[in-house]
């Protein structure tokens, strides 16, 4: 089963990094988010990806062009023009990069990456910008079982401020960032067929409107409800959360 990244966004909200790159590419423990997610989903036996890229989409190219020199030791001989690779420290990877379109929205992405899945064949899809340790396997089985067109991780947001219970004008309890009590969400982690593409219309087609809506009128968007960790990127302070988590040996999504 191939695993669909999505890859080609602005990521406006973290402007701070990515002005200067995709936003798949700012580094947690000094590598790229997209690395940490396509690590997680090799530990569970996918190792094919296709990555929908879109701005600054030759920055991720670069990155797997030069994954091995990037990775290992290296004796250059220069009168020779010849490179020996020492140590070398390669993942078990098929990395397919698609180009699609700068300013194309995330259906269309996923649209456009079609020719490269086997028709017929489920696929998994995620956003380049998030970590969770939700269960992969057992998502997929259940999407299997289920017979939907699409299966969508269900979570609930961790809290932007700490949560405060108040008795007698003094506080009793303090929670730092809960997770919300309220509100179940899309939490970015998909398990999908190939009929999907028949919801999508094009380029301007965004996968959260219109064809997810669709797919819950027609009764075919599975739930997969997750009570883990999960974590968006959209901004710097998240980025700073979880290369805190990383840096203390404390990321619930390091299995590896």
């Keep these: 089963m191939k695993v669909v990244i999505l890859a080609g966004g602005r990521g406006t909200r973290i402007a701070e990094e990515s002005h200067l790159r995709p936003k798949p590419m700012i580094e947690i423990g000094g590598r790229p988010i997209l690395w940490h997610i396509m690590k997680y989903y090799s530990g569970f036996g996918l190792t094919e990806f296709v990555i929908c890229l879109g701005y600054k989409g030759y920055v991720i190219k670069e990155f797997f062009a030069n994954y091995v020199l990037h990775s290992s030791d290296v004796t250059a001989d220069l009168k020779n023009n010849l490179l020996t690779f020492h140590n070398q420290r390669s993942e078990d990877w098929k990395v397919t990069l698609v180009d699609t379109g700068e300013s194309t929205l995330t259906g269309g992405r996923v649209k456009r990456v079609s020719s490269y899945l086997p028709d017929g064949e489920p696929f998994c899809l995620t956003y380049g910008d998030g970590l969770a340790d939700v269960d992969i396997a057992a998502q997929i089985e259940a999407h299997k079982a289920s017979g939907v067109l699409a299966t969508m991780t269900i979570v609930r947001p961790p809290a932007r401020f700490g949560s405060s219970r108040i008795e007698d004008g003094r506080v009793v309890e ?83």
């Design 174 to 256: 303090f929670v730092e960032k809960p997770q919300a009590s309220e509100g179940l969400i899309n939490g970015g982690f998909f398990v999908m067929n190939t009929g999907i593409f028949d919801y999508i219309d094009g380029d301007n087609t965004p996968l959260e409107a219109g064809p997810l809506e669709r797919l819950a009128a027609d009764r075919e968007l599975g739930a997969w409800v997750h009570h883990g960790f999960w974590q968006a990127m959209d901004t710097l302070r998240e980025k700073e959360l979880l290369e805190d988590l990383w840096s203390r040996g404390d990321a619930p999504w390091k299995t590896w």
